[in-house]
């Protein structure tokens, strides 16, 4: 096991210190199709070892290295971001945030920050996503820390919303200013009577508690339709644009 751990770590290690991972950005558009901005996801530049990128992550959990890498995939985010529109137009850049690195001892604020003047972001256009999958051990820190980037200026999010241990207690601590409904209630949403009584239920309380609601994960047209004609705010999925560089979504 040790042997096991400590080959991970070291290989975790090897990609942050040769740079082996980039971001991919996904459109998230508006009900008229207009980009609201894009979300970064960390992609391995080649193969690294690790089956996926939720692997490295797992694995990044296990070792304690995920601060480090949490921050390294943010830097990512906001430099190759910072070349396109995100800077030139009025899109904002949706950023995953770990749990784990927001219930640190050590705020992580000021390097988020840094990294967003350095590269000339504006930091009203920046989202944190801060997934719902995980468990929560601290919810007060974890409020404290969201509070702490709000009053920065930021934007927050609920990430994978409706398949994680949080649920409505997340969304009652933290009050984000987005939801983003998770694929598994998007998909067949014009099939599954029971998926489309989750979403439209969570539609009407985001509209009274003034939270934008996404639908990611949306990869028909059937899905879209139905989403929008629920009162759903903004859009993702492979329907709505697929994942690429910097360089070939920003001239787009």
């Known amino acids: 096991m040790k042997d096991t751990m400590k080959g991970e770590k070291d290989s975790i290690?090897?990609?942050?210190?040769?740079?082996?991972?980039?971001?991919?950005?996904?459109?998230?558009?508006?009900?008229?199709?207009?980009?609201?901005?894009?979300?970064a996801l960390a992609?391995?530049?080649?193969?690294?070892?690790?089956?996926?990128?939720?692997?490295?992550?797992?694995?990044?959990?296990?070792?304690?290295?995920?601060a480090s890498l949490d921050m390294l995939c943010r830097e990512n985010a906001i430099r190759e971001a910072s070349t396109g529109l995100v800077r030139e137009n009025d899109?904002?850049?949706?950023?995953?945030?770990?749990?784990?690195?927001?219930?640190?001892s050590e705020p992580r604020g000021g390097a988020t920050d840094e990294l967003v003047d350095r590269w000339g972001l504006s930091r009203e256009r920046i989202i944190l996503?801060?997934?719902?999958?995980?468990?929560?051990?601290?919810?007060?820190?974890?409020?404290?820390?969201?509070?702490?980037?709000?009053?920065?200026?930021?934007?927050?999010?609920?990430?994978?919303?409706?398949i994680g241990y949080g649920g409505l207690k997340m969304l009652s601590?933290?009050?984000?200013?987005?939801?983003k409904v998770d694929r598994l209630f998007i998909q067949d949403l014009d099939k599954n009577f029971v998926n489309l009584a989750v979403v439209e239920s969570v539609a009407v309380?985001?509209?009274r508690l003034d939270i934008k609601v996404i639908a990611e994960g949306i990869e028909r047209s059937e899905e879209f339709t139905f989403a929008d004609s629920l009162g759903i705010d903004l859009f993702q999925g492979y329907f709505i644009g697929r994942p690429s560089p910097a360089g070939s979504v920003f001239q787009n």
């Not at 991919?24 to 901005?37: A, L, T, Y």
């Open 129 to 162: 996503e801060i997934t719902e999958e995980t468990a929560i051990g601290n919810y007060p820190l974890l409020k404290d820390a969201m509070s702490f980037y709000r009053d920065n200026g930021y934007g927050i999010a609920i990430d994978d919303f409706g």
């Open 91 to 104: 899109t904002h850049l949706f950023i995953n945030v770990c749990p784990e690195t927001c219930l640190s």
């Open 43 to 66: 992609r391995f530049k080649e193969n690294a070892g690790f089956t996926s990128i939720p692997a490295l992550f797992h694995a990044a959990v296990r070792t304690g290295t995920i």
């Open 173 to 179: 601590v933290i009050r984000p200013d987005y939801v």
């Open 205 to 207: 309380l985001c509209r």
């Open 13 to 39: 290690l090897d990609i942050m210190e040769n740079k082996g991972l980039t971001s991919h950005f996904q459109p998230v558009r508006s009900r008229d199709g207009k980009v609201f901005g894009y979300e």
